[in-house]
């Protein structure tokens, strides 16, 4: 293995997958073939470019429409998106929060902005989010529920107040198994979305079966505003929070600068949201070409040993936003090595991230075991993924 065998044939079956790549294949491009530079040409026709405008209002609209999410606030980034959730969902100073220990370092940080602490959770094989199963089994071991209705850990004797479950790459979590959960211990469920615009579990959007969730429209998601985020809610109460929050607590009024708390400026500016709704309108079209490419990476890679390619599961409809290797044994040379061969052979790949509990910020906070985090993280490589890579595939088969 250590021989570089399998580091050699992921670059060939890429060079098979991916005949007519440029110079370098990046991960993760964004594709602006819509109506982006009209309507940011509207928007510097019209002066309206900062934190109001119609677009705003649009993009809000848009996005509720296509999850199906009563309420849609627009705010100027992902993790903002997550830090207002949790906030609304209760989350105080010195609460735990259950995050999965392999997630993206903003679900942790949004959580540390509100003064709690997160507490990290094991990762489940299959869908490589929390693993509900493991997660209950835990609490039933640290956590108690008090007289006055919440759970608490009886190490920390912190208060448990919420979990955040992340759709990875765009694999549903088990939601089903998770909700349970959150039953048992009065726990409130925060969606980090960011990475799962456009999958679905059991038919729903992801998103929409938190109280809250956060979308991210950063440049390397599936689509982009630039950079910008989403808060879902089906809640009108804590929608309008949301909003208040959001644009610096300003009680409406022609003139007056009144603020009833201390807000936020997270405000969405109007170009940002001009650039989403031309997105958004593409949006099938982008997840049926990611669709194809990961079709055709699976027919590629069904050859080779050693690896194999990440499928959506039968309840989770996946975007396929990151498409994934996944080595049969865990080894962090082996992967290092993959990830070494195929960047310097032009194709851009990644390892996951450093699992949070290993941050040195983090290295402190309360954690269950993580065997299967461990594993997966010298198990996991993202491939190139961008919506335009399948075009060109099949446009050089036309022309060949
Ligand atoms: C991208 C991302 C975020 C944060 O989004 P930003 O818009 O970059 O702030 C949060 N969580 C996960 C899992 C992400 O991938």
Known sequence: ????????????????????????????????????????????????????????????????????????IAVVNGTAALHISLLLAGVEKDDEVLIPSLTFVATANAISYCQAVPHFVDAARDTFGVDPIKLDEYLQDIAEIRADGFTYNRKTQRRITAVVPMHAFGHPVDLDTLMGVCERYRLVLVEDAAESLGSYYKGKHTGTYGKLAALSFNGNKIITTGGGGIILTADEGLAKQAKHLTTTAKTPHRWAFQHDQVGYNYRLPNLNAALGCAQLEK????LKKKRQLAEHYKAVFSQLEGAAF???????????????LLLDQPDELVRDQILEFTNDAGFMTRPIWTPMHRLPMYSHCPQMDMTVTEELEHRVINIPSGSSLFSDIVSEEVTR
């Open 1 to 72: 293995m250590k021989t570089g065998i399998l580091a050699k044939q992921i670059v060939e079956s890429l060079k098979q997958a991916l005949p007519n790549r440029q110079a370098f294949t990046a991960l993760h491009e964004p594709v602006f073939q819509g109506n982006e530079w009209d309507y940011i040409k509207e928007c510097l026709d019209t002066g309206w470019v900062s934190s109001v405008g119609k677009f705003v209002d649009r993009f809000e609209r848009d996005i509720a429409a296509y999850t199906d999410s009563p309420y849609a």
């Open 310 to 324: 990440v499928e959506e599961k039968e309840e989770g409809a996946c975007n396929y936003w990151l498409n994934t």
């Open 283 to 286: 949006l099938p079209h982008i």
